[in-house]
């Protein structure tokens, strides 16, 4: 199996409080700002917490030891050193729907509870597929190189994530709060050429009309 970090890692246990989210509120984590192999502890403080053995890493282009590429986010990830040791609390609860970006090596679900420390009601679950090499595109220097959006709705109101079974073998960013779909969408490799089709239209169209305007109107 491929893993997330291309260096031994090593870090001492720490809690990671993370950004607040009130319910009905839409509220994106993606990292950027810590530093790599580093506990992403109260960087978002006070209302969400990390469990213990939760890093951000950063892309190694970007002078990091991630071996990953096409991040939504500008250069920095999260992921998890112990499967067991894996579990998001949101201490004031979320509800509506939850997303993340991920690029994995390794088939995992994510669960989603109505409890703390992932106990209580099960209230939704995500699949994450090993992907991170398919279709890639873009950045090519990184073996986690497909970041796929991904995301549930659920009824009721969460308070915990677990991400167990992707210890160092998953890749998240962009973790969303209150949306199936996750902030900061990045296109897919196949929608460029779509997009660049799109804006050499609307360029035409620009250019055309400045052209009839340029009859009537003259510019400094």
Known sequence: MRYINSLAVSTA??????????ANAV???DFEGIGDQQPVGDFYAPDFVFSPDTLAIIDQDAGGTGNFANEPSA????????SNNAVLNALNGFDTGFSFFYSSSTAATVNIWSG?????TLLGSINLAAQNTVNCGGDPTGTFCNFTN???????TAFSIDFGGTANQTAYDNITFGSA????????PATWALFILGFALVGGALRSKRLNRMTTIRYS
């Not at 246990?13 to 009130?22: F, G, R």
């Not at 250069?75 to 112990?82: E, G």
């Open 13 to 22: 246990a720490a809690l990671a409080v993370i950004a607040p989210a009130t």
């Open 75 to 82: 250069s920095t990830v999260m992921f998890f050193l112990n």
């Open 181 to 188: 779909t996750a902030g900061g969408a990045v296109p897919e």
């Open 116 to 120: 703390l420390n992932a106990t209580g």
């Open 150 to 156: 991904i995301g549930t709705t659920f009824e009721g």
């Open 27 to 29: 509220t994106v984590l």
